[in-house]
């Protein structure tokens, strides 16, 4: 069973993260920020991966430190879950549209943490939140699931639609990185015997 839990309680946030990495898209999620609840459903809807988050933060000073964390907490649950990384494919892409906007995101589940970002935005917010947290949390999601991760924005001119097609662009990359080999499941992925 791929499940794990990470709690993570610190002066600035407290939150909780389950997920299961087998399961059906289904998602319990409250951050306190309404946007980031919407885009962590849709990575949890189109990954296939259950999600229950939940978090406490400081927002009465601004979004980064429940933004940042939210991605530490739910990365380093990914990487429990994932445990060895035996039998993964490993590798995913995905190149998702959402109207006039199309985003690409590649990634390799190699446990050698990397974030390539390259998404603009033409307003400074998003509902309540502040886009330059977008990157915050790929980048604190990448460094603790352990996944080399690039995130590149083609074209689109709806700020909503060009975060959300990021959203989804992980989400179904990782649904096929993660997913078991029938023909290599009792393998690591590598020819180093380990990641």
């Known amino acids: 069973m791929r499940k794990a839990t990470v709690d993570r309680n610190t002066k600035e946030t407290r939150i909780s993260a389950s997920v299961n990495l087998d399961g059906s898209g289904s998602y319990e999620i409250a951050t306190g920020?309404?946007?980031?609840?919407?885009?962590?459903e849709q990575?949890?809807?189109?990954?296939?991966i259950d999600i229950t988050l939940k978090a406490e933060g400081d927002l009465h000073i601004d979004g980064h430190h429940t933004t940042e964390d939210s991605g530490i907490v739910l990365g380093q649950a990914v990487a429990q879950?994932?445990?060895?990384r035996r039998g993964i494919w490993r590798y995913g892409s995905a190149l998702i549209p959402m109207d006039e906007t199309l985003s690409r995101v590649a990634l390799d589940a190699s446990n050698r943490p990397y974030l390539i970002w390259k998404v603009a935005f033409s307003q400074d917010r998003l509902?309540?939140?502040d886009t330059e947290l977008f990157k915050e949390w790929f980048q604190a999601f990448a460094q603790h699931a352990g996944l080399t991760l690039h995130v590149e924005n083609l074209y689109g001119i709806n700020n909503h639609h060009i975060v959300e097609s990021?959203?989804?662009a992980l989400a179904r990359a990782l649904r096929e990185a993660i997913q078991i080999d029938p023909r290599k499941a009792d393998a690591v992925p590598s020819t180093k015997g380990s990641l």
Do not use: N, Q
Request: net charge neutral.
């Open 166 to 168: 990021c959203f989804k």
């Open 33 to 40: 920020i309404g946007f980031l609840d919407h885009m962590l």
């Open 81 to 84: 879950a994932l445990g060895e």
């Open 127 to 129: 509902g309540s939140m």
């Open 43 to 48: 990575l949890s809807r189109h990954s296939l």
